[in-house]
């Protein structure tokens, strides 16, 4: 009896190591296949409060609070363009509205948190608060992504690194209440790579 329980731990043991070890692999090899791999993400740096109205994309939310430069949280993740899964579209049409922020529960203010620039703006962080569009403030801005698609960081994204990572190429939309930014980047998809 005793014999019997340690012959089936040990084929369990082994069961069990099989079963990561072919997670393991393929995991390896799913992630060799690349594919390009993108991501968007909104930012707010102005006076008011931003209503996206287009692009659509497969993530977050559609108003834009205002934030700081550099910090991680003022930016809002956004997904990718829906029928665009693995490729960028030629063109995006961003379409914006502005919003007044009243009767926040906090207003924070704050340099910006980029290090080295010439930035000397005071921005302001208001979380909590009532919007109210302004219908007179409805701005569009078309953004020829040609360019972007030729781009060496759309040729190395999707690109595998190390630990499983890929290379993820980053469109950010950038909004200073009247204006609106684009800029591309880049990160590993994962941290410890």
């Known amino acids: 009896m005793k014999i019997e329980l340690n012959i089936m731990r040990i084929y369990r043991r082994y069961f069990l190591f099989g079963i990561v070890l072919l997670s393991m692999l393929s995991i390896f090899v799913s992630s060799g296949c690349s594919k390009f791999l993108y991501a968007t993400d909104m930012a707010n740096y102005g006076d008011y409060g931003v209503i996206v109205l287009s692009p659509e994309t497969t993530l977050g939310t559609n108003r834009i609070r205002t934030g700081i430069p550099g910090v991680r949280d003022d930016i809002i993740d956004k997904g990718r363009f829906p029928d665009h899964p693995h490729s960028l579209p030629d063109q995006v049409v961003v379409e914006w509205q502005l919003a007044k922020l009243s009767d926040c529960r906090r207003v924070d203010k704050y340099n910006s948190a980029v290090p080295k620039t010439d930035d000397t703006k005071i921005y302001i962080r208001k979380l909590g608060c009532t919007w109210t569009p302004m219908k007179d403030k409805v701005f569009r ?26 290379r993820v190429m980053t469109i950010m939309f950038i909004f200073r209440d009247e204006e609106v930014e684009l800029r591309l980047g880049g990160f590993a998809s994962n941290s410890l790579s």
């Open 141 to 166: 801005k078309v953004f020829d992504l040609k360019e972007a698609q030729k781009s060496e960081l759309a040729k190395r994204a999707g690109e595998r690194i190390r630990f499983g990572s890929k």
